[in-house]
């Protein structure tokens, strides 16, 4: 093999790795967003199955980072045993990043029942800032701006609602647009419309959709640098076999 292909594999080689190290980091920040989110709202979920995707997410990360600096360094050095161990490490790293966007797809479409006690948390809303499930409650409808599971007429069906007049809904309720809401029921467009369902399926969905879409782009580069390596290893063991023949 010419010096000169010998230097551009070893180049597209640095230059591939320091892309893998990038989207270790975006695979990893990911994996840490869902957990984040999880944590802000871990009471509306049945089970924390949810945070599976996170734990994959975050293993492949480290592989990746760990393969994006091994490969930078081959890029300048030349080892079998480490270019061995590259491969195995980019194979691990495809394996954890597959099941990760696997495990993200399968929980993006069982969204809306794993949120199946978020109804129940609102049914049993008692306003005491003490109570936990409360300040929930409370907390998730000022940070998503919603009132209610889909929407302020779900209140109406709550004891909370009936035990203080039928006439208003909790103030977290109200849109942040008028300062003199009170959440009272006749003027609903003091209210923030949508509910908070809706909110926390989207959210949920955009951090797991990138879970989903990084896995295509991380499998396409790591097949590239497994070509790419397999490449330089391929031509040094024929150059290592004209050695030996001239010899």
Not at 40 to 49: K, N, P, Q, R, V
Request: glycine letters at 6%.
């Amino acid at each position: 093999m010419s010096d000169g292909r010998r230097n551009a594999l070893k180049t597209t080689l640095q230059l591939i790795s320091q892309l893998l190290w990038v989207l270790g980091v975006v695979v990893g920040l990911n994996g840490v967003y869902l957990l984040i989110r999880y944590r802000h709202s871990s009471l509306f979920f049945s089970h924390i199955y949810i945070t599976l995707p996170a734990g994959f997410a975050l293993a492949s990360a480290v592989f990746l980072l760990a393969s994006g600096c091994l490969g930078s360094w081959l890029s300048i050095r030349h080892s079998t045993f480490l270019q061995g161990l590259f491969v195995y490490l980019l194979v691990v790293g495809l394996c954890l990043e597959s099941t990760a966007s696997a495990l993200a797809y399968f929980h993006s479409i069982k969204l809306e029942s794993e949120l199946a006690p978020l109804s129940g948390l609102f049914q049993n809303y008692t306003g005491n800032s003490y109570d936990p499930n409360s300040r929930a409650v409370d907390t998730v409808q000022e940070e998503l701006q919603c009132c209610g599971v889909r929407d302020y007429r779900d209140w109406v069906e709550t004891s909370w609602f009936h035990h203080h007049g039928g006439l208003r809904v909790p103030h977290s309720c109200c849109n942040s647009t008028f300062p003199s809401c009170n959440g009272t029921v006749d003027r609903p467009w003091q209210l923030n419309q949508q509910g908070c369902q809706v909110k926390l399926e989207m959210g949920f969905q955009f951090v797991l959709s990138m879970i989903i879409w990084s896995s295509p782009l991380v499998i396409l580069v790591e097949v590239v640098l497994i070509l790419t390596v397999a490449q330089l290893m391929r031509d040094q063991t024929f150059m290592e076999h004209q050695v030996l023949v001239k010899n």
